[in-house]
C-alpha cells in the first residue's frame, strides 16, 4: 500500500537546503549527548554483563540463545526491510499489517523512530560523502589519527550531533508525515518501543523460565546485547562501507561492497550496489552476494504480499558496471 498523500514523492530527487551543505555539523544539547550515551554505551555494559554471567554459569542456555538469535533477525530487518527498504527507498509496497509489523520490529531496534531514521538517511543520499552528509568518513583531512577520527565519527560519533535533532521533515520525509501509522510509530518512539525493546525479551524470558534469574539473562541477552549486535551492524554501513570493500558499479560517493559486513547486515553490506540503484529492492545483486533482506521480501512476493518490487534492470546494471 503507497503511503498516504504525496504518491509521487520521490525520495531520490530532494534537494538540500543551502545551509545543509555544510562540513561543520548540527549543534547539539548536553541532553541529547547525555541520552545518545546511554543509548549506545548501555547494550555494551550489558552485552559484557551477560557473556560474564553465562561464563560463570558454562553455558548460554537454549532460551536465552533463542531470544537473542531470534531477535537479532526480526529487529535486524526491522531496520533493513522495514526502516530501509520499504520506508526510506520505496523499494516495494505491502498490506498496511505487513508495513506496520516492519515499522514494528525496527522501532525495537533502538535506532529512533522511522520518521526521524528517515530523514536522516534521505539526507545521507542527497550528500553522500559531500559536505553536509550526516555521517560520511571521506570529509576529514588525511593522516593516520584523522583516519581514526573519520572512522569514529561515521560509526557512531555523527549520533551525538545535531544531526537528529533537527531534521527537516517536510524536506526528506513530507511522505511519511502523512501516514497516519508511521506518524503513530514516530510519537510514541522514546516513551513505548524505546522500553520494550529491553521489556519484551525480559518479560518472554520470564515467561518461559519463570524465575528472575531467567527474566535478567532475557533482559541482558534478548535486550541489550541484541541492541548492541544490531546498532553496529547498521552502523558498520556507513563506516566500514564507505572504506573498505569493492566498488561494482559506478556512484557519486565512496560507496563499497563489504561481503563480511553484509553477512552481519541482512545484505546492507552490498553499498556500493545500493547507492547505485539506491531503489532496488535487493542489495545482493549477484547470485553469489547473501542478501537475507531480499529473500525475505522475494517471499513476501511470492506469497502476495510485496509488489512493485523494484529491481534494477540488466541493462541498468551493465550500463554501470566498473567490474
Known amino acids: 500500500m503507497e503511503s498516504r498523500g504525496l504518491a509521487d514523492f520521490d525520495p531520490l530527487t530532494v534537494n538540500p537546503s543551502f545551509d545543509e551543505k555544510t562540513l561543520q555539523p548540527p549543534g547539539s544539547s548536553w541532553l541529547h549527548v547525555a541520552t545518545t550515551l546511554v543509548g549506545v554505551v548501555g547494550p555494551i555494559l550489558g552485552l559484557i554483563a551477560a557473556m560474564a554471567w553465562s561464563i560463570s554459569r558454562g553455558y548460554l542456555d537454549l532460551t536465552q540463545f533463542m531470544i537473542f538469535f531470534v531477535g537479532i533477525n526480526l529487529t535486524g530487518m526491522g531496520i533493513t526491510i522495514g526502516y530501509h527498504r520499504l520506508l526510506t527507498h520505496r523499494s516495494f509496497e505491502t498490506i498496511p499489517a505487513v508495513r506496520a509489523f516492519w515499522t514494528a520490529m525496527g522501532a525495537l531496534a533502538v535506532q529512533e523512530s522511522p520518521i526521524k531514521w528517515v530523514a536522516a538517511h534521505r539526507k545521507h543520499h542527497a550528500l553522500s560523502d559531500r559536505p553536509g552528509d550526516p555521517h560520511s568518513p571521506s570529509l576529514h583531512e588525511p593522516g593516520f ?32 508525515l502523512r501516514d497516519p501509522l508511521i506518524v503513530w510509530f514516530h510519537k510514541t518512539w522514546l516513551f513505548l518501543w524505546f522500553p520494550l525493546a529491553y521489556l519484551l525479551p525480559t518479560v518472554i524470558a520470564w515467561l518461559i523460565t519463570g524465575t528472575a534469574e531467567g527474566a535478567l539473562l532475557g533482559f541482558l541477552w534478548g535486550g541489550c546485547a541484541r541492541v548492541f549486535v544490531v546498532q553496529h551492524a547498521a552502523f558498520t554501513t556507513n563506516s566500514i562501507c564507505h572504506l573498505f570493500g569493492s566498488r561494482d558499479y559506478q556512484s557519486h ?19 556500493n550496489s545500493h547507492h547505485a540503484f539506491p531503489s532496488s529492492a535487493r542489495h545482493g545483486l549477484e547470485w553469489w552476494q547473501f542478501d537475507t533482506s531480499w529473500y525475505v521480501i522475494w517471499m513476501m512476493q511470492k506469497l502476495g504480499l510485496a509488489w512493485n518490487v523494484k529491481l534494477p534492470t540488466a541493462a541498468q546494471k551493465a550500463q554501470k558496471r566498473l567490474r
Open 145 to 176: 589519527f584523522n583516519s581514526l577520527s573519520a572512522f569514529w565519527y561515521s560509526h557512531m560519533g555523527w549520533l551525538f550531533t545535531g544531526h537528529l535533532l533537527t531534521p527537516d521533515y517536510e524536506r526528506y520525509a513530507p511522505d511519511l
Open 253 to 271: 560517493d565512496d560507496s563499497r561492497n563489504n561481503y563480511l559486513c553484509a553477512l552481519f547486515s541482512s545484505g546492507e553490506g552490498f553499498h
